[in-house]
Structure formats: structure tokens, C-alpha cells
């Protein structure tokens, strides 16, 4: 896990080594997090790195732009 802020923004970042998400399935949880995210003006991935695991990216504006 990493949080860090700069450029306006704070980004936090969890890693796992796992076997990653599974295409198909219930998702509620995921877009949740998602629409959390861009209702403050923000984003949220889910990243399947090539090395496997999942990672998940949730990036939000920092008040006054940095």
C-alpha cells in the first residue's frame, strides 16, 4: 500500500500478489468505490499487473490544488 500527495492530488495505491479479480461477477463493492471517487472529482482503476495480483488506484484532488 502507498498514499502520496503532490501535484494537486493525493493517491492511494493497495497491491496484492494474489490471483487477481475475476472478469465476470458481482462488482457492487468496486463500483462503489468508483463512484465515491468521481463524485469528488476523482478516479478509481483496477489494474491487472502482468507480474499478477490486482492493484487498485483511487486518485482525488487535494483542497486548493495542492
Known sequence: MS??????EVVLTVSD???GIAAPGRRSGL???DER????????????PQ???SRLVR???L????
Open 51 to 53: 507480474e499478477g495480483g
Open 59 to 61: 486518485r482525488a484532488p
Open 3 to 8: 498514499l502520496r500527495a503532490g501535484s494537486g
Open 17 to 19: 500478489n494474489g490471483a
Open 31 to 33: 463500483r462503489n468505490l
Open 63 to 66: 483542497p486548493g490544488g495542492g
Open 37 to 48: 471517487a468521481c463524485g469528488v472529482g476523482g478516479s478509481f482503476t483496477v489494474e491487472s
